[in-house]
Structures are given as C-alpha cells and as structure tokens.
C-alpha cells in the first residue's frame, strides 16, 4: 500500500522530534528525504554544480545546529529549503566578493561541458548569464522546482509580487534572447 | 500566447533546456555519497560544540564561586547586622539601676554612699 501525504507527513514530523532528541540516524534519514530538493534548491540560486553541493552541505549543517529552535508543528521542508537557499545566497556573495578581490590575468574561456554541447543549452547557458541572479533563482525555482510566488518570496526573502515580477521579467529577457530558437 | 504558457508547457524547448541544465545528478550512489558527506560534516562540528562548552566551563565555574563567595559575605553581613541590633536594643533599655541605688539599704550604702557624698560635695562647690 502506497503511504498518503498525511503518513508521510506524521513519519517526517517523528524523524523531526527525533533528531532534536539528539537521533543522527533521525536526521540522516531527514537528509535522505530532503537533499535531492534541496539539491534543486541551492542549484536555482547558484551557478554551478559543485557550488550547489557546497550550498546544500551547509545548508543542512545550519538546520541541524538550528534544529532546536524549530517547531515540529511547522512544515519542515519550507523551513528547511529556506536554509539552504539562504546557505546558497550567501556562497554567491561570498564568490563575488572572491571574484572582486582577484584580478584575473586574462580572459577566463568559457567552460565547455561535453554533455552540455547542444547548442540550444549552450544559448540558454549563456541567456541565463544575462538575467539578475535573483532573476535567474526565482525562474528556475518556478519553471524548474514547481515552487509557488509564495514559497519562492519566502526562501529568498522577498516579497511574493517581487518573486512575481522577477518571474515576469526573467521569463521576458529569456524570451527576446532566444527568439530564434523559440520561433521554431 | 502569454510567457507563462510559452515558457512553461512540458515540450517548449526552454523549458526543457533549463530542466535539462538544472537535473540533479540521477546516480543513487551520488546521493548516499552526499548524505555520507552531510552526516561527516554535522559529526565534525559536534566535537566543536563539546570544545565550545568546554570552553565556558572555566569561566561559568569561576563566575559561580564569585557568587556563592558573595552571596555568602551578604548573609554573614546581615547576621553581624542583625546582632548588632539587637545587642544596642539591649544597652538602649532602661535599666534599673538607679532605682536600685535609691532602694538600697542604708546598710549597704556604706563606703560607697560616703564617696557618693564627697563627689557631690566637690562637684557643687
């Protein structure tokens, strides 16, 4: 029998309280069901892979060092992703103060993913380049996530019309720099 | 056709591009790798927060042996205080000690009540 969401619920709600009673098999049991969202989290609001595994890392260190302040009444995974996105905008902050502070000596290449050679990737790479990164996070959660205006505003700590509009505008910019392509 | 329907239909391009660009990686041996790496960090940080109590524990002893020592300063000085009172209670009473003079007995006045007499005696003139 395929447990309901109500199961699902009461198992993660037992998991929760026991990982505050100090359980870490609770709570790596918590890390199984959540990592590959948060996964997905982190990578809307960062670049790169590597910076998205580093991202969700820290993001479930700080949720189990907060885990006594949260109230297991209270749905886990919105409290949860809101950490890690906030783990993820701080390593963009950190990279830009990094990316600031070196100079480079020449111009970097742009990185070539071999499974990444299709061209239309390679144009919606590049596309995603242009638009802001709060642009780019709140599209990817939306299109990508399934993340409502609501929950999106939540995790990046911005009104749900500011995710609405990001939306609106990110959704614009993709669209006049990949006419071409979408005129198929 | 609106941006939303446009950008959001399972078979439009982009849509499928920015999945295709955003999939987490789909090995399950990469996600218990990843919970492994989780779990290894959340056990290095615990020695930390023993390190961290340990830390305070020097002071907070400290702290606490200053209080007790002045919490009990204070009761010993409330004690002192408290005698104290009730010893100038005691010396503040009126004795009977002049009315025992005068209801001596003649008898007993004596050698004292002779010198009473002189001292009077020279204190007048």
Redesign the interface.
Known sequence: MVPSPADDAARERELVVAAQRGS?EA??AL??LH??RA??VA??VVMT?EDA?DA??DG??HA??ALDRFRPDQPFGAWLYRIISNAALDLVRRRKVRDAEQLPDSVPLPFRDPA?ADE??NR??EA?KALTDRQRSV??LH??EGFTHGEIGSMLGIPEGTARSDL?HA??A??HL?ED??S? | MS??V???REDD???R??????A??AAESY?SE??A???A???E?EPAWWSELGRWARPALVAAAVLVIAAGVLVFRTREEATQIAYEDVLAAPTPISLEGTARPASLRGLHGEREETLRFLITY
């Open positions: 870490t709570f790596a890390v199984r990592q590959r996964y997905g990578r809307a892979h595994e969700v890392q479930f260190l189990y060092r990444e239309l990737r919606l790479a995603l599209l990817v299109d990508v609106h959704r614009a993709l669209r990949l392509i979408r198929d | 941006d939303y446009r950008l959001h391009p982009v849509t591009g920015l999945r295709e660009l955003h987490p990686p996600w990843l919970e790496r989780i779990m960090r959340i056990a940080a």
